[in-house]
């Protein structure tokens, strides 16, 4: 089909209309390749039309590609650099690597890298970039000291205390009456665990009853804003007092949960609150004095910066 009064390609934008119109089926090898880097030859891969690939590209490839696979919870093999028709080899890398190059060529050869768009989504991955590498030298420039590391041990030390946490069967009944009935037969030596597969309308019915281990609300949160990640649950506000008082093996009178459902739990086992040592936690507290480092430098920059914020521009944004 013949398109008339139409002086712009697709892949034209508005901006660039005085553009060659042969931009658009241009010769990549006859176009300027990028800059090879100083790349020695003995540590190149490839070449793409001048344009150099180098054992840096590929072991940056590689590392991608082993961060793919552990996203997937992929165990990672080493990739052999021989032929391998049942699995991906360095040779495969390279290819991608090299269609990568091809496509880069070809993409500014046709004018695509003056698009607004392009320049701002480039924009936008160069600033987050830049950002990480800056993060990267952070860390590098702000190793703590095994003195600051002990004073930071022995200033915080409260807050280096592994918290409390109980390990609860429960059952769970609709209404107050089979709860306690459940409840008497648990005192008069029935086996708990029995009851709950047998009555339990709750999680952990087929497990007898075990729901694992929990930490009281308080220790939960101080543990997350620490930046750990606690395995424990939390019990409902009701039930959490009550819990945390048991002996071991003893059974707790019904609780009203806020489903409206009764809970009766077990104390299965306890572990005691306990002081962490310092060679426990240092790598923590390294953490937390690079993040305190960090921001410290944030707030210099922001604070240096001429900032202004257009915040009445934000609920355009769209979502």
């Known amino acids: 089909m013949l398109l008339t009064g139409c002086d712009q390609m697709p892949w034209q934008s508005r901006e660039n209309s005085t553009a060659s119109p042969s931009a658009a089926t241009a010769d990549p090898a006859s176009q300027p390749a990028a800059p090879s880097l100083l790349i020695p030859e003995s540590e190149r891969v490839a070449s793409v039309n001048e344009a150099a690939l180098s054992m840096t590209d590929m072991e940056l490839a590689v590392r991608e590609l082993k961060q793919v696979m552990q996203a997937y919870q992929q165990p990672w093999q080493p990739l052999s650099a021989e032929e391998r028709a049942d699995a991906l080899d360095l040779s495969d890398v390279l290819t991608n690597l090299i269609e990568t190059e091809l496509k880069a060529q070809d993409a500014k050869s046709r004018g695509l890298h003056r698009r607004t768009e392009i320049q701002r989504r480039y924009a936008y991955l160069e600033r987050a970039f830049y950002a990480q590498e800056w993060d990267r030298w952070q860390r590098e420039q702000a190793a703590s000291s095994e003195d600051e590391i ?26 107050l009456a089979e709860a306690e009935a459940a409840r008497a037969q648990a005192v008069q030596g029935a086996v708990f665990a029995q009851l709950a597969r047998e009555q339990s309308v709750g999680p952990g019915k087929e497990q007898g009853g075990d729901v694992g281990w929990f930490l009281r609300a308080l220790d939960h949160e101080r543990l997350r804003l620490l930046g750990s990640a606690p395995t424990e649950g939390v019990i409902f506000p ?9 002996d ?17 739990v077990q104390l299965v086992e306890r572990k ?8 426990e936690v240092r790598d923590a507290i390294r953490e937390l004095l690079l993040l305190q480092r960090r921001q410290q430098q944030l707030e210099e ?16 944004v769209p979502q």
């Open 272 to 279: 005691a609150a306990r002081q962490q040592t310092e060679l």
């Open 238 to 246: 009701q039930l959490e007092p009550v819990a945390f008082a048991l």
């Open 301 to 316: 920059l922001r604070r240096k910066a001429r900032l202004t914020e257009f915040t009445e521009r934000l609920e355009n």
């Open 248 to 264: 071991a093996n003893q059974v707790s009178q019904p609780v009203k949960g806020p489903d409206g459902k009764f809970y009766i």
């Open 150 to 175: 002990h004073r930071f041990y022995e200033q915080n030390k409260a807050g280096f205390v592994e918290p409390e946490r109980i390990h609860l069967s429960q059952l769970v009944a609709e209404t």
